[in-house]
């Protein structure tokens, strides 16, 4: 007998008769129904029963727990699966090889293998809230149970390829629209639908064939596919997956199907043992660790539902500065009416053009409608009178970087706020624990650090002082998720975690350039690695007048062996703000944000290093990237050490989205334990680096 997800009875009745004849398999694997090794043996094995039992008339498919399913699981590739091991693609060869009808009933996110499934059955039904995606490509992969064979026959080459390039989930609509589901239809008659359909007359047997025999035409393909490698980056910048997928589709347009088959598999295989898909598996899952936070970290007077995360139905912002109007801006897109506080008429007028620009682009963007942007502008009230804040359930302080100025504010704060409401700060590098014995309620104190442009950086560093409550950090990673930030927890220590490793990343440049080696090719080298831009462009874009006040503010520890930052303020070249740092800017090249490199700045490097002492010398590009990532690594494991980063997953995610870490390197901690990869620590490279003669 069949298990319990299934209902039978014999042929020749009523519809009503029939629709009982339908056997249901309903995909059930909390939380998401991964389609693991596992599961697909237990899946197959119903499928198969469901074909030989007589008394079944169809099939339909559906999934439990609030989703089709994610997918393959993930987990599943880190192991070589045995010859017997059960996989989507065997359930899926069995949809094909059915003789019943299979319809697929799609309610929530059907994902990668779980919409291959779906495109092997006859006919696809979806209740408006389905999202579908092929998201292999973020983990490094291609649609591997033949999503890059079905699609292109089904919706043809280009549109296939557009929607498995970009990996995200589209919605019912859309889907309907490109042909890869048939229908929809409201969620409370999805499984009635799918049964009737199931048990409609025969003709999708023959259309689904169809789809597998269809020759595209041929003149589409080759286009498109040269189009498409010309479109994505270089497999050594993280676009391998991309070039292999295209491959996988250009089989398609030209093979038949079983033989696109083979070769997608064979593309797959090699992309499941590559690197950069182990790395971007890894991000997948580190991203899911970040808000797993250990209890020893809650102060012991504090019980298990203390950490039951607050609502937070209004918010508000003190400073309408830069990051203010970002965070404000943050706040709308998520839904959360916020009050923005600012006694600088000129700052509030800048700042409501800031946001009114922001949504107005969006509509542009076709992401928002013009209704919708002005809900979401008339959502964030700018005002001077700071007892509008009274009722909001979080505010974040986001003035200038001045400890004595933030410790006013929040005494302030303290006085107005309501009793639960947190008290937050946006400061990148200040003592989170001196604003909270500004307060009575250092319990509910804590960092939350944005990155700039806050409402596109998907960072932000949660920074949980001496006595910030565990409540107060749950409701912070609630408030991320809605935010849709990638939250990280960090121990209150100068510069928090991304800016205390890029210190270190920044000095060893600095450490290169005073040995003769220009911030151009420094640069160059970083971007050859993959980061969009190198430590002299990333310092000329964050002001050099804010590194000097930062490097001052860290005491002698942080000072350089030279005054080159020193003298390049003194000069008024603070960056990229100023058309001049440690690159030029020319406003005819790349709209005045393109580094050009100029030779005053290699002399001054040049005459303060032979006033320290520090003889020049040659350094290869792989020494300048070894050096340079031991800083992070290094640094990142003294973080680990002294408990200010919870896990080195947490690092790389701060990385890869905070700091343009190149995500198929998977993070600089992943990159450092990668088998092959050997990075001697910064300092012993340098040593290492300044025995070798320079004119040897
Ligand atoms: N495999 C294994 N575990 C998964 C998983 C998956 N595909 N998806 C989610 N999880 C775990 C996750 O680690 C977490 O675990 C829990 O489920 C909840 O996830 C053959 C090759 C579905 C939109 O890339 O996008 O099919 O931390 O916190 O915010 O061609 O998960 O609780 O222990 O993210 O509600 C392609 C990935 C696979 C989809 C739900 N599929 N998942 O989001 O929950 S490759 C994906 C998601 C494939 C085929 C190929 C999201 C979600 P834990 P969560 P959520």
Not at 247 to 253: I, Y
Not at 263 to 285: C, M, N, T, W, Y
């Amino acid at each position: 007998m069949i298990p319990s997800s299934f209902e039978s009875a014999p042929f020749g009745r009523s519809a009503q008769d029939d629709r009982e004849h339908v056997c249901i398999i309903t995909l059930d694997n909390p939380p998401v129904n991964a389609l693991s090794f596992v599961y697909c043996a237990k899946l197959l094995a119903e499928i198969e029963a469901a074909e030989v039992d007589e008394s079944v008339s169809a099939v339909v498919i559906t999934g439990a727990n609030g989703l089709f399913t994610a997918g393959a699981d993930v987990n599943d590739f880190n192991s070589e699966p045995l010859p017997e091991t059960k996989t989507v693609r065997d359930v899926i060869a069995a949809i094909e090889r059915a003789r019943k009808t299979v319809v697929a009933a799609i309610d929530g996110n059907a994902l990668g293998g779980g919409v291959e499934l779906a495109l092997a059955c006859d006919y696809r039904i979806a209740t408006p809230n389905a999202k579908l995606g092929l998201p292999e490509i973020r983990l490094g992969l291609l649609p591997g149970a033949g999503g890059t064979q079905r699609l292109p026959r089904l919706i043809g080459a280009r549109p296939a390829l557009e929607f498995m390039l970009k990996g995200s989930s589209i919605s019912a609509e859309r889907a309907l629209e490109l042909g890869i589901i048939d229908e929809i239809t409201p969620a409370a008659e999805l499984i009635e639908r799918a049964m009737t359909t199931a048990n409609g007359p025969k003709r999708r047997l023959s259309e689904r064939n169809a789809i597998i025999a269809k020759e595209l035409p041929a003149q589409a393909g080759p286009f498109v596919v040269a189009q498409a490698h010309k479109m994505v980056p270089a497999e050594a910048k993280g676009g391998l997956a991309a070039h292999k997928l295209i491959d996988a589709v250009q089989a398609s347009v030209e093979l038949p199907f079983n033989f696109g088959l083979a070769r997608e598999a064979r593309l797959f295989d090699e992309l499941v043992r590559s690197k950069p898909s182990q790395a971007l598996r890894h991000l997948f899952f580190a991203e899911r660790e970040l808000s797993k936070i250990p209890p020893s970290l809650s102060s012991r007077a504090e019980s298990r539902d203390a950490a039951e995360p607050l609502p937070i139905e209004l918010a508000g912002v003190v400073g309408a500065g830069t990051m203010g109007s970002g965070i404000a801006i943050t706040f709308a897109q998520a839904g959360i009416p916020v009050v923005v506080v600012d006694n600088n008429d000129e700052a509030v007028d800048k700042a409501r053009q800031t946001v009114m620009g922001m949504f107005m682009y969006q509509v542009q963007k076709g992401k928002l409608t013009q209704e919708e942007a002005w809900k979401r502008g008339q959502s964030i009230r700018f005002t001077d009178d700071w007892s509008e804040l009274a009722e909001a359930d979080v505010i974040v302080e986001a003035v200038f970087e001045n400890l004595d100025v933030k410790r006013e504010v929040f005494r302030k704060l303290d006085a107005i706020a309501k009793p639960q409401a947190l008290l937050a700060t946006n400061t990148s590098t200040l003592d989170i624990d001196a604003l909270a014995q500004a307060t009575k309620r250092p319990d509910k104190v804590l960092g939350l650090h944005f990155f700039v442009p806050a409402n596109i950086m998907p960072l932000l560093e949660i920074v949980r002082g001496r006595e910030t409550s565990a409540q107060t950090i749950a409701t912070a990673f609630n408030l991320a998720k809605k935010l849709r930030k990638k939250g990280v927890l960090s121990g209150n220590a100068f510069g928090f975690i991304g800016n205390r490793m890029i210190f270190d990343y920044v000095r060893e440049a600095n450490a290169l350039a005073e040995e003769g080696v220009t911030p151009a090719r420094i640069d160059a080298a970083m971007r050859e690695f993959g980061f969009p831009m190198g430590p002299f462009a990333m310092s000329d874009l964050s002001g050099l007048d804010i590194g000097l006040a930062v490097q001052k503010a860290r005491g002698p520890e942080a000072n350089g062996r030279t005054n080159v930052l020193e003298r390049l303020v003194g000069m008024k070249r603070l960056g990229q703000k100023t058309m001049a740092g440690f690159f030029k800017y020319d406003k005819s090249v790349g709209k005045g944000r393109e580094p050009i490199a100029d030779p005053v700045v290699e002399q001054l490097f040049a005459e303060e290093a032979r006033n320290a002492g520090i003889a020049p010398r040659e350094a290869s590009d792989d020494e300048i990237r070894e050096r340079l990532l031991s800083a992070l690594v290094d640094r990142g494991q003294k973080l680990l050490e002294e408990g200010i980063a919870l896990r080195p997953g947490d690092i790389d995610i701060v990385y890869v989205y905070g700091y343009g870490f190149p995500p198929h390197h998977g993070g600089p901690m992943w990159y450092a334990s990668t088998p092959g990869v050997i990075l001697r620590s910064a300092r012993s490279a340098r040593l290492e680096g300044q025995k070798v003669p320079t004119h040897a």
